[in-house]
Structure formats: structure tokens, C-alpha cells
DNA sequence: CTGTTAGCGCCTTCAT
DNA sequence: ATGAAGGCGCTAACAG
């Protein structure tokens, strides 16, 4: 059913070759059919406007320190020759670049996704363009997208989490632009830190447990072999059991974040430890997923089974029963990412800092 | 519970205001202190392995035009030194930016969000860099974002739809790099399109449910009045039932995409029209969360009412009963976008195309 | 195969 | 308040 359409019309596609535009003066007979598709530069605005580039220049970026009637010429040249200033030459000169580097494990993770949105909204407005980047929970693979980042003078630089190779560590301390390490709040960060701890998030669920007086406890995590973050909230149940309730739970790792794995994972568990009462699910989807088996298996929630989740998903204040869940600050993440990002750059003698924006469990019905 | 800790310790924070280092000769008495942290650049790289500058950029960048033994030096110092090359520098001098401009409506959008993925991961292997902004489907902010774009002379520019303000289409039709316009297929591309009818999405709802029989029969769209792509959906499916049943179809209009929403939007087509024996939604979360109403009524699905998604999320196949649904192509799109970036980048003959990558109904319990 | 040379387009002192 | 001039760090012709 796919189809696929040859276009053949002509189009300014690919760069045109650089010999064919370098010399402006000098065209040669080939490209003369092609009228010189050149983006036009601020010089020709300050021609047409009857002054140096350089006022162009101050026209555009401080209005204030040029006349008014000349900001109002160049400014109308500028609209009608419908000039965007060039902004890899603007770096170059400025030595400052409006982009931001953001580096993420997965972009399809909605955790990252709602941090990410946030912060580009907020730094957009201000001028700003995010670099983004993933790397699949690699650090090799992390390491070579900051070296790649780097390179591009950023503004700043963002990463996830605190636990990085040597090699970007070394990168992000010697960058010369402000660093934010966030999402997590459990080491200290290079530069600034804005997160919460996963670790505590892991302990409030444990502690709930035991105040609820379930005896038999378990705790699902998700790839904890590469996911540093699940697997300090998988710790801090364990602490947490272990401390209040003096035995140690059933820890199960699903192989995904997604929905089957909470099904499998409850099957498993129920086998190893049939009067298990409570399971504390590293993601809200395990949860459901572990909700529609128990539904199919008959389990009644949370009279026989208690379940929490993690993350506070918009489903999870709509299964049956609604889902009781730990909430990450995941959008206030970006929000305080991207306006630190701002004081910083904007306040010279600002300092970093090492935020920790917590954690709440939202009590619904299901534990 | 939050906290903030402040963290006095000296850090290369904010850029060195520009006159601090802009003379490297004549370093001023106030700024002895800081050691010049000023990057290495590729002179120093020449100086150290005893070639000339233009030697380090072609051993660096096109290694199999140097001799090995100095090749080998280069890369050494290089190494040594820890150097980066400025991209931006690069990009001013080599006409090219390893840069792709994406615009999409909304970063958490997990349809967008897989798009984005598989394209990052695609791009990034290449060496090409992800801008990404996103505009909430406010049509001025995506000219706003596009024109940004462009002035950062990326290698592509990708966009979401083919429905856009008078000065983003100029300012396309007239970018000298490849354009791709991604996710749609129901108008003609500008340059390149990659994705699949909605209309055609819609149509292929609305002949189902009437190849099943079912005569009463509703739409639940989602911010019909923003989003072009659902609206072409509720189009498609009212234009196929009224011609295979003769009727129109009762269309509401869901005020977000979220599950709570599904539910409201259940209860009112029920009251409007009590005998409705089958829904197609905008989204799967929308479906989702009539399913759970559904279940809260004590309505059987299929057998009282048939309902379909949209949209093919991980969920759809663990519900109570599996969702049937419509799946867009959101990872294909992101693949064949990034490959024909590719292509148009490597080969300058290569031409635009229009792409339908077209849509599957998968057929699983809930209708 | 390697070095020399001349910019890429803009910003920013400095002088007027 | 405005213009002239130099340079940001690198790449790409060109000559050797």
C-alpha cells in the first residue's frame, strides 16, 4: 500500500557547490541560469540602508545605542530584503552561541520528554535552540554525544544523571559553560545539580509499605542493570523493608519499562512468593500492566493485592481502582534546569547549585 | 521537603566576557589568576606534530589524503592535547553544518517522540546534530522557529505537515537545503513529504466498522480545531460511513488527548445517542480511558459496544479486552525521513519525493 | 602529498 | 552616534 512519488521538479536541493557561489564577482557562464540563490548578507542591508554593517549589526542587537532614525532604516531594510542574520557567523565573532545541550538517555521515555518540553519552551523564548541528544542508557555512547556538543561552544550543557565515564567527566569539568546534572540527587554533581534523590523515592515507598502493615512485600524494577536511577529506588525500598520491617522483599527485575513486563513480572512473583501483599512497581506502566493481569487472574486490588506505581502518568489517576503512585518532579526539571541556565548566564556571578526538588506519593486506591 | 544547597566553589561558570581574552599576547594583571582556559585549537595541534594547520584539518577530517607517518603524528598531538574542532568555525568556512532542523508539534507526543528517536539515532551515527523545536500547534510560533532555523544553515530542515503560514512556505520553498515535511500525505510537499494520509486513516475506520455491520456509530476527535491531522481523521471516517451507511456519524470533540477526556467523551455519546453500538478515537489513551469508563458502567466490549483506537500504543495490546486499533507509521517515518536526508546530502542529484507509508488497522478484541 | 593564502559573515574595539 | 578595521577558528583553492 506504501507509494512513492518522484518529484522531478527542479529544486534548490543539495548546497550548491562552493566554487559556484564563492566569487560573487565572477559568474561563470554555467551557473548564470541559476540566479544566485545567495542568502543575502548583512552588508547588502547596510547598503541598501545607507550605512556601515556595523550599525546594521547594532541596529538589530541594541537598538537603544543607535539613532532612532537610522535603527527605523535599517530596521525596514532588514524586513524587505527579508535578512536573518547569518547565526554560525555570529557565534564565530561573539564567541557565545545561543544553543543549549541537552544530552538524555531515551526521548521517548515521557519523563524526559516533559523536562525536555518544558525547557525548550522556557529557553526558545529567550533565544535559545536545544541540541538534543540520546544515548540509550551508553555511556560510550553519551560520552562521544557531550565531546560532540562541546564542540559547538555551547551556552551550557545539560545531562542526565551523575554517574559518567572519566572521559566526560573530565569533559564536562572543563567545559566552559555552565554544566546542570539532572534528575538525579544522590552524588554530588560537577556543577550544578537539579533532581531529586531516587534513592528516597525508593525508601517513601518501603516506608509506606510498612506503615501500611503489609508484611510481604516485593519490588519490580525495570533494566536495573543500566538504569543507575531505578536501580537506586530499587535500594531504597530494600533499605527501607529492611529497616521497618526487618525482612528483606522480593526484588524482580522486568527486562522493559512497558506493560507486558508488569504481567510477567506479577506471574513471577505470585510464584516465588504466593502471599506476597504489596508490590511497588518502578514505573506506573509495569503497574498497569500488573493491574489488567491481576483483573484477568481474578486478584481483587488492593484487598488482595496492593500496587504502587511510579511516575504519576495521567492513566494513573484513571485505572480501576486509580493508581496510587510516587510523582517525580519531571517538568519541574526542566523548568528549574532551564531558568538556572537563564540566571546563570544572565548574572555573571551567579553560583551553581544542588537542588533537590523531592518527591510525593499521590494516594489513590490501589495501596 | 525541597532543598537548595548553594556551592561556592569557583567554577569556569558564565564565558569570559570577551575583552578578558580576546588579545591572547597581552594578558591584563586582573586575570593572571585564571589561567587562560582557553580551548586548544587546531594552530596549537600544528605546532605540536610540526605540520601546518591545513595538514591537521585534512589528516583529521579526510584522513586518506595524508601520509600515514604524519597522519599518525597528528592524530597523536590531537589525541595529546585534547582536541575539538570548533563546529562553528567549521561550519562558517565549509558552507555546510552538520545540523537538521525539526519541528514538530510537541516533544511529548509519543508519536513525535518515536519519530525524533529514530531520526537522532539515524543522524547522530553521521555525525549530524538534532535542533529541535517544538510549537504546540500555534502556527506562528512554527514560522518563528523556522526562521530560526534557518539561520543556523542547516543541512536539512524537517516539519510537521504540510499546513503552514504564507511566511514559513517562503521561507522553505526558498531554504537552499533539502526540505522534508514529515507525517502527512494529503496535500502536495513543498520539496520532499514522507507520511501517510490521515483522511485515508479515517476512511479506513469508518469501512470497517461498516463492514462489521454496525449501524450507529461515533467519532471522538481530539482539539479538532488545532490539530489538522485528527481533523483529517474525523473527516475520513464521517465521509466512509455516510457513503457505505448512509449516515452521518455523531463526531465529538475531546478537549485533550488524555484519558480522562475518553471518558467524559463516552458519557455524552451516550446520552446523545443511547443505541451507539461502536467508537473510533483520536488516540489509544482516549480509547483507554472510555474502556475503563466502560467498565465502570458495566457496558461489555465488544458485545454492548465495539471500540477502536488509534495510534497502536504499547497498551493497546495488554487491555481488558486488547484494543483494536489504527497504526500510524510513527517509527517508520523517522527512519525513511533520516535516510532520505542522507541520501539528498550524498547524493546532489537525487530527488524529492512523496512518500505514503501508509496506515494498518490492527485487528485485536475490542472491535 | 603538503604549505600558503584568502576568505566564510559577523561583532567589537577604536577612532572619529 | 557612526564608520573602519581586525579577527573569531577553520576550510578549500592553489601552487609547489
Redesign the pocket.
Known sequence: MNSVTRIPRPHPASMP???ET???AAVTPTDRSHPAP??V???EV?RVA????????????SPE???E???ARVQEAAARLG????????S?????TPLVGVIVPSLTNSFFAATLDRMTTILEAEGYQLLIGQHAYDAAREERIATAFCSWNPSALVITGRDHTRGTVGLLSAAPCPVVEMWDHDDRPLDTGIGFSNREAGRLAGRYFAEQGFDKVAYVGAILGQDARARARSQGFAEQVRHLAGQDPLIADAKSRELGEGAAALRQILQRQPDTRAIAFSGDMLAVGAMFEAARMGLRIPQDLAILGYGDLDIAAHTNPPLSTIRPPHDEIGAAVARHILHRLAVPEAQSENVDLGVRLIRRLSA
Open positions: 557547490p562552493r566554487t564563492r566569487d560573487r545567495r542568502r548578507r548583512m552588508e547596510a545607507g550605512v556601515s554593517p556595523a550599525t546594521v549589526s547594532r541596529a538589530l542587537k545605542t543607535v539613532s532614525r537610522l535603527r535578512y536573518a542574520p547569518n547565526r554560525i557567523a555570529g564565530l565573532a561573539g564567541a557565545r
